[in-house]
């Protein structure tokens, strides 16, 4: 059964009923918020989880998220893929806010979050070459083709450790590094979910240009959280157009 963790303006899917409602306690602590089980009215017979990242209301910073609760919570309630939704910036210029965009690489350069279910005396070193689950890649693709929702391909995702946003240098470093996105989200979780032995995706709504980057054609500017909020409102229909289109699959 298909989850999906809601970040940064995700916090409820609108147009879905709550079927089932559970606040799971795991060996880690309480989860960010209950697990929602959720069905849509075009697909009464599907349903699917849903989890708010930063809870409900958005209050968790995201260098603060139980990551580990998180994935554990959804493993538990019996998920076997999980969709996290990303805001980012776009490091390479020919991303624009509101684009949709599928990674099938991240690096990891967030620090000091607990990372992993391994303890001192109990390692697994998990395969994690490819960090996202490319058959759960090919059914998004497929779901955004069916919805007629564009969504580009590929990228490197930078997981950043926030909560403030990059300097330009940083922000060059990681284009440099060869990413193309920049998030605080994505690290742990994808980790945690390939320890798990879930099939995981990212599904990542470019909401800024990162810091230093002039998007082909837009003006210069500083990076503020009016034009972040109106990215993540005129690009979350799309998102939820695309839930709606998995779920009922
Ligand atoms: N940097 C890091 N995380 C982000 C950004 C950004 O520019 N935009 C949304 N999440």
């Known amino acids: ?30 989860p960010s918020a209950a ?15 849903f989890l708010a990242r930063h809870g409900h209301p958005h209050g968790i910073a995201p260098h603060a ?18 969709i996290g939704v990303n805001a980012v910036g776009s490091v390479d210029p ?10 099938d690489q991240l690096i990891d350069y967030t620090w000091g ?29 497929s779901a955004a083709k069916s919805s007629g929702i564009q969504v580009r ?10 909560p403030r946003l990059e300097t330009a240098a940083e922000i060059r470093r990681l284009a440099n590094d060869g990413c193309t996105l920049v ?5 742990p979780e994808a980790a945690l979910a390939r320890e798990a ?23 210069d500017r500083e990076i503020t959280m009016a034009d972040i909020e109106q990215a993540v409102l005129d690009g979350m229909s799309n998102v939820r157009q695309l839930i709606a289109t998995l779920v009922g699959e």
């Open 113 to 141: 979050r607990a990372s992993t279910f391994s303890t001192d005396s109990a390692v697994e070193h998990i395969d994690f070459s490819w960090p996202y689950t490319a058959s759960l890649i090919e059914q998004i693709v």
């Open 94 to 103: 020919s991303l624009h806010p509101t684009d949709l965009v599928l990674p």
């Open 153 to 162: 391909q590929g990228g490197v995702y930078a997981a950043t450790q926030g």
């Open 65 to 82: 998220v139980n990551y580990r609760a998180n994935i554990w919570a959804l493993k538990e309630m019996g998920a076997t893929a999980v």
């Open 197 to 219: 032995g879930l099939e995981y995706a990212s599904l990542c709504l470019v909401v800024n240009p990162a810091a230093g980057v002039k998007a082909e054609g837009a003006p």
């Open 35 to 49: 697990v929602l089980e959720v069905g849509h009215s075009e697909h009464p017979q599907r349903s699917a989880f």
């Open 1 to 30: 059964m298909l989850a999906f963790i809601g970040g940064t303006g995700l916090t409820r899917l609108e147009g879905f009923e709550i079927l089932n409602e559970k606040l799971v306690d795991t060996p880690y602590g309480q």
């Open 183 to 187: 998030g605080m989200t994505g690290m």
